[in-house]
């Protein structure tokens, strides 16, 4: 996939004049068959009839197009040309091969799935086509109405498909099954007198039809229907009524147990929709995206970015001016301020070289870092639509982009297990070592570089939902106490391990 850069779009543009793109959608509608899959009812109109030798030669058609060696790459060299670049969005939305176009194909490709009776796999090709259409979406208002129009007449031939199976279903309930509420035997009709042959056989058709006009009955005369049907029986025939006693039924023990659990009233997992209080054991983590920050020299040392020189160059308190003598900021900030000044100067300093930090935004979005996991797994072993951890995960982000997952981890409240939260930081740390290319040294300072990263992106009015396509104001500062909180447990581990970075943490606090 090309990003989107002048560079890359003069290539875009160099491929679209010699036909490059031409000659690809050419290959991919090759040999392609003239109608859709014949297992795919969505995308046949209504009312046409398919014999079976027609049926089994579009799948024959279908199987050898799907096995065409090339036809995989083509379309994921499509969906990386044209990706944010409208030449060749309009080049392929428009693009056509005699009576097949290269947007009806791949619509056919992404409606389909695979025939496991006649030994057809599509190969992730109906991913690949969907990708691809989402892609020309993007491009010029014909191009995207043209996609709309065809995805809205598979969505309302699916609607009546489902309204005709439902009619049928209904239909064979009611003409061959029992209705609702009537249960009845039929039983051998006892021997009578011939005088009585005529009631026999009326009553016996008022109890069969009885169920069925019950519906049509007004409530309140049941009572009096019933009392005067009773009062017509013989006294032999009448049956004493007994109070029956009333009885409490009992609950059962998973009814008992569902109202003795706790609502959940902070962040719950996108996929079993549980938080701490009924999953305390195990370890909640924030989707976020991460994204790498580069601070050249001189200005990009630690002594710059932390405010470290500026502590230290204050003057002396003497040397402040009229205006600010006596005031609240001369009285109590600005001593504050030279005493963490002259503290600061006692560190070693730090030579000057290019630094490195991360930046991170997140949908306040959070999972089980478990329940991720076998999410992760399904999706990569899903038969039909196979996904990356990310593609899977951005779709439980609220179809936000995410590349890591940011551990809740609290040293007062977690009740995780220790190696759970010590892996799930482990991974945290693994993947900001990776996109900055070197493992920091100290996790307590990239963790406060990124809420000074955050505040000033905030401070200036940024779009926090530029990079990910997703992530509100609310939900990234939410993310900063999570990140103050994970900050205050690596500092107390740093008390230990560096002494001297807990100290000028604190020192850069203090003032």
Known sequence: SLPSNEVCNSLRVELVSCGFLERISNFILQTCPAEPPSWSTPLWPKGQQMTKQKQFMLEKQWKEYSQRFGLKTSLEILVGLSKEHEGTQLVLGNFQHGNLSLVQVCHWLESTSDL???????????????????????????????????????????????????????????????????SFAVSKPPTSAPGESSSSVRGTAASLLAPVFGFFRDPSTNAAGTEAAEASQPSSKRRKKSPAPKKEAAKPAWMEEMENMEDETGLTCAVCQEGTKNQPTNVLGLYAYIKKVILSSPTGNRLCIDGTNLLMSLSSLDELPATVQGTHAGLEWYPNGRAAGEQLSRVPPKRTRESSYVTTVSAGNAIHINCHAKARQADRNHPKAPKSEWEGASLRNSRVNCNVILPLVSSRSSQAPLCSVEQALTDHQTAIANLIGVRPKTNLWTVLHDVRFLLLRMSYGEALNADCGGGSLASNSQLIFYQLSMASMFENEAQVDSPTSSFHARALSSG
Do not use: H
């Open 116 to 182: 496991s009776s006649g030994r057809i796999s599509l190969q992730g090709l109906g991913l690949l086509a969907e990708t691809l259409l989402d892609l020309l979406a993007d491009a010029p208002t014909v191009v995207s109405r043209k996609i709309k129009n065809i995805r809205k007449k598979t969505r309302e031939r699916k609607k009546e498909i489902a309204m005709e199976r439902r009619s049928k279903a209904i239909m064979g309930m009611s003409k061959f099954g029992p209705l609702a509420g009537s």
